[in-house]
């Protein structure tokens, strides 16, 4: 079998996304992977609403994108968090007063230089926030239609910013509809927010994500291998030419009959410079490893990772063993692994 593939093959089989049994674990991390892999949906929902104020409605169903995947999309470009959403459900009387003419509270905004009013079907409501609207990190991998109150607040969030009372619960980044109609302008508008706020959260989470794809491995391989090979999470390898303390790091370190590999673990859904660093040391860290009779694989996956197609390619030339991010391609390392320890 050849373990040493090219960019190509190993681009073939890679999973990309996070795979589905670990959505819930990844999105209580973070939920920016899951608002990037929807993006293109999400705008392409804005770009089709256009006609009307409500037309986003009609749109939204018919695309199948979850209510509270929609909404969460919007709280991220409004920047519109949970203790804001906590504040205007506190004083949504305060701020929305009763329209005569349906006897519910309204919102009255400006839609394409017409005036507008929106009739509230649901709020207000006790409790309002993330949790009652399922758009906190767990509960947004599972879907939720649309209803009354998603409705009332996809129009906060839309249309808030033009509103008679907008200074009166911060609704002033409320304010993609008055984009609608205009495909280029919506395009631009949130593929920069997203970059902003990519950048901010992307970091914080980094970490925690890398031990998640990092758990997933080592679990897998535990299962896959027997007992007397021994398995180490964030081990390291002592060798000659290595001259830094305590050895050579890597994310998970199997060995067996004194023979080790050394397995790099690197899943990115949002491509970032981590990348580029494992590249610029593969062939330093390779040449070391087989000086002392030892081996090294990577599992690398992720769309983030497969936008840096040099930096991946310069890896897969400087590893033993390269596989993607999937239990069939992680049987793969495990035989490598076997073959390599054995003999």
Known sequence: MNYNRKFADLEKKAVKWWPKELEETVAAQSVIPKLLATQEQFINILKLSGKSPHQVFDVLQASEMPANLFLKHLV???DYGGELMKRLGREFKEVFAVDPATNRRAMQYIFRNRKETYAFEALPVSGLGNPKLEIDGVAIVKPVGLSPLYRDMIMILMHGATADVAHLAALEKCEIGMLLGDADAIDKYVREKYIHVSRITTGASANGLGQIAQTYVLNTLRGMLKKEYKIKRNGSIVLAGYDKGGGMPFDIV?????????????????TNSVIERKAGQAESRLNLMHEDGHWIAYVMDGAGNFQRSSAVSTICNFSDCTVAYSEAEIAVLAKFIQEKLNG
């Open 76 to 78: 991220i470009l409004a």
């Open 254 to 270: 199997v060995e067996k009959n004194h023979k080790k590999v050394g397995v790099e673990v690197s899943f990115q859904v949002t």
